[in-house]
């Protein structure tokens, strides 16, 4: 049961930083999986709840936190249950640290802490791109260039407001939209030149903002 025990919390926490690192990218996650339904609708559906939907999202990993715990508690009743010579070290530590593990990144996610912490580090380098960006109608321009530690896709301008950087986008083919994640410097609050469906922003700081922003494909 030691080696189940430390091979689920390898995982588990290796998996954690994973989707940790992709969430440094507005969009990162659902990027990584664009593409994968079977796979990555799952996935995709849980960072939904938790994203969007506080109140499932919390429900979602309250049954996660209890099929784990149920999990643990039959382990535990079958360890109990042997004559105490043949008795190996239980591992109740090891197993309370994945649930742990879950919810820390759960919450990480859900106020976005990968992103405004990835973005603190290259704002310095964003913000010199921000000068003199006007247009009279909205411009998008790829450039698919390093900015800090983040790679830019395309640059778009809108005359309504704002200077956007589009990092990842993926083509939901249900949806039938095209949706763009990224940063935005001063944004506007009518749409971006990535589209104006589902548009949503949240606030980083000085002007900056993480968006998501859609339109038909």
Not at 187 to 193: D, I
Request: glycine share 12%; hydrophobic share 45%.
């Amino acid at each position: 049961m030691r080696t189940l025990a430390n091979t689920t919390l390898a995982v588990t926490t290796l998996a954690c930083f994973w989707l940790l690192g992709l969430a440094t990218a507005p969009g990162g996650i659902a990027a990584r999986f664009d593409g994968l339904p079977i796979v990555g609708s799952p996935l995709l559906l849980l960072g939904f709840f938790v994203v969007t939907g506080p109140l499932l999202g919390t429900l979602l990993l309250c049954l996660i936190w209890g099929a784990l715990q149920t999990a643990a508690l039959h382990k535990w009743v079958k360890w109990k249950q042997k004559p105490r010579a043949e008795r190996g070290p239980l591992p109740r530590i090891r197993l309370a640290l994945i649930p742990i593990a879950l919810g820390l990144t759960a919450a990480a996610l859900f106020f976005q802490l990968p992103t405004r912490a990835g973005f603190a580090l290259a704002r310095d380098d964003f913000q010199p791109l921000t000068q003199n960006m006007t247009a009279k109608t909205p411009q998008v321009s790829a450039v698919n260039a390093t900015v800090g530690i983040y790679r830019v896709r395309a640059v778009g301008v809108d005359p309504r407001g704002g200077v956007y950087f589009m990092l990842n986008h993926t083509t939901g083919s249900l949806s039938g939209c095209t949706t763009s994640y990224g940063f935005a410097h001063q944004p506007n609050q009518q749409g971006t030149p990535f589209g104006d469906q589902h548009y949503r922003f949240t606030p980083l700081g000085g002007g900056w903002y993480a968006f998501r922003a859609s339109k038909a494909s």
